[in-house]
């Protein structure tokens, strides 16, 4: 047993500290861009897969049901054993998840390539961790900014990428892109990122592991799946139910483990609770601009309200987005640094409610949803530049990836509820074209005023957050620092 030095930051090579930022923020580009990598096959899957609609809709929902498993247990593992190695093997689990799909023709293997590919879904909460343990104190604000920011940048360039590929070769080219794009990221790793010193050591919670999982697969699988099944359909209440449960019984057991998966006391601190509310409450938010406005500009301008766009048009729509974000975060992290990260997670909010404010009354021009699609992506990347230094201010420093890979996956539960609200006001609110019903203009209307909502909700949430508490931080005090394992 040996201790880590009281500074971490000490044991990287100051020139490259560049070179770690920019390789983990693109590694984060890259994992988020599995969001929408299938969003353009979506249509025509099951003729490409041979398989029914519903079979196919599990192209998505694998990749969802897979994150939500690994990302929490991926960060504990990496507190415990070494955030690059785990790094390294969610990264490998990328490649051969991509390799796997690009190679199948048939839904069995198309899903389980989409579970090894949202097996991946830790690296960012790795990579905001390893930055908490590698970089200068200088650096850090800016650098968990971008790299938070990247699950957003990844999503909307994802799309207007995986559209132009789509439209113009094979589609199995789309998944050795991914595997391609997989590869690169894991030699820059092995080549500039350091593995940390810091680690908490112990054994690992499978119980806690197992009763986590299962209650997430339980309340994501009723979540995504209700609106086709019924959401008063006996098996859709009966996942409800055990979701319930289990996350009851796994709390329980996560209070009395000796080393739990999760340490619940530190999560129930006002700053960590708050923020995880809020990310969850802005997770939901946040998804109604990815469904909205590609919908919007691909219906038919018969419609009345339809822009008639192709799908590449809608992905380049969405595209300023992601760039909008990447931009923001350097400032994002200024602000935080001035005012601290509780003030900018407000502006975020307001700013993205604004964003959807603007969109019920400006839907009517290609021009007009870039500027709300950018004003949203601004108010994105401020909020989720804030989100891992409210939680890296209020845990220590052994539990950094676990607190993030929580923080992560409560943004996703709030995404994931959103595509399911939205789903359910679209299917209600229709109009007859023709032969078919399409959703309503005013059913896009509902779903950005929830979504403006939604992220005033947020920033109420986010006004209670304590301002500042003592907390282990990157310069924590000798007496308050890991031991290696």
Known sequence: MSTTPANPAEVSTPPKVSAVIAVLAFGGIVVSLMQTLVIPLIPELPKLLNASPSGTAWVITATLLAAAVAVPVVGRLGDMYGKRRLLLISLGLLITGSVVAAL??????????????????????????????????????SATAQMSASLGVGGALGLPAAAFLADRADWHVLFWTSAGLGAVVLALVLTFVPESAVRTGGRFDLIGAAGLSTGLICLLLAISKGGNWGWGAPRTLGLFGAAIVVLGIWGWWERRAPQPLVDLRTTARPQVLLTNLASAVFGFAMFAMSLVLPTLLQLPKATGYGLGQSMLTAGLVMGPSGLVMMATAPLSAAISKARGPKVTLMAGALIVALGYGLGIVAMSAVWQLIVVSAVIGAGIGFAYGAMPA???????????????????????????????????????????????????????????????GAALTAFIIAAFIPRRRPAVTAEAAPAEVATVG
């Open 390 to 452: 409210l939680i890296m201010g209020a845990v220590p420093i052994s539990e950094t990836a676990a607190a993030n890979s929580l923080n992560t996956l409560m943004r996703s539960i709030g995404t994931s509820i959103s595509s399911a609200v939205a789903g359910v006001i679209l299917a209600q609110m229709t109009m007859s074209l023709g032969p078919i019903s399409v959703p309503s203009e005013n059913g896009f209307r509902v779903i950005l005023a929830i979504g403006s």
């Open 104 to 141: 199948s023709d048939s839904l069995p293997p198309m899903i389980i390539g989409r579970i090894l590919q949202g097996m991946a879904s830790g690296v960012i909460p790795l990579g905001i961790s390893i930055m908490r343990d590698e970089l200068p104190t200088e650096r850090l604000g």
